[in-house]
């Protein structure tokens, strides 16, 4: 799949997922909103601007050769279960951390380990699964910032792993390797974490930095 690949933010109205579409689109990818609502979705389109387009979940899903699925852990079934019959064969991007409120600032895993082997669970074996963006802030994300952050990147498949890479870079941000989707299990973990130094430290929306050199892998 080549950069003309069309992405589908489904949850795009939200926060994470209008931040995503708004730099992807602002980077000259063609970029769907997907919503329980195409209204509402249109609409954020609309106000997001750079071409975006908005539809109804489903249809996003359908339209996307890679979907990004940016909602919260308790819509995550659901609205998996709503894209399925239009993502076999194709890359879903979760983003999903597993939050229970009202204790974010404690490490609570599903029972699959993850949140993305969850989605990998309940969207079945003919979807490759990718999981990122789990550490960067939404509302630094919506600016136009150099936010500095780094998005780790999971996924037993290399090459689609490396695509996702490849968005997040397209974002502004440094994607990362991160390895197998199982891995995904830190970089959701940590996310409590950062939510508690937001709060005890006071820091607006604290992100992760690797340190050392990275040479990127071969493709
Ligand atoms: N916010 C952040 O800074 C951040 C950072 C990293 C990772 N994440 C993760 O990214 C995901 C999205 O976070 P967010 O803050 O963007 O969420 P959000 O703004 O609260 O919700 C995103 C979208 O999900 C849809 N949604 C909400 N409740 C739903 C429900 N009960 N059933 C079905 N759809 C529902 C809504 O879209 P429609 O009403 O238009 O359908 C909403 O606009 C979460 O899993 C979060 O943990 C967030």
Do not use: W
Request: glycine share 12%; aromatic share 2%; with cysteine.
């Amino acid at each position: 799949m080549t950069d003309t690949a069309t992405i589908a933010v489904v949850g795009g109205t939200g926060k994470l997922g209008a931040a995503i579409a708004r730099r992807l689109a602002k980077a000259g990818r063609k970029v769907i909103i997907g919503s329980r609502s195409a209204e509402s979705a249109t609409k954020a389109a609309a106000e997001l601007g750079f071409g975006l387009t908005g539809m109804a979940n489903a249809d996003a899903a359908r339209a996307g050769d890679i979907v990004i699925v940016t909602v919260p852990f308790a819509a995550q079934e659901a609205t998996l279960a709503e894209i399925a019959p239009h993502v076999a064969g194709k890359i879903v991007v979760d983003t999903t951390v597993p939050l229970v409120p009202p204790k974010v600032m404690r490490v609570q895993m599903p029972a699959e380990g993850s949140a993305a082997q969850r989605a990998q669970a309940l969207l079945g074996e003919g979807v490759t699964l990718v999981s990122g963006f789990h550490n960067v802030a939404a509302h630094k994300l919506a600016t136009d910032e150099d936010i500095g952050c780094d998005v780790l990147v999971f996924g037993d498949d290399k090459a689609a792993r490396g695509k996702v890479v490849a968005l997040a870079d397209q974002a502004g941000l440094r994607g990362i390797h991160g390895g197998a989707l199982a891995n995904s299990a830190a970089a959701e973990a940590l996310t409590s974490v950062l939510i508690f130094l937001n709060k005890t430290y006071k820091v607006d929306g604290a992100g992760i930095r690797i340190t050392g050199e990275l040479i990127p892998p071969e493709a």
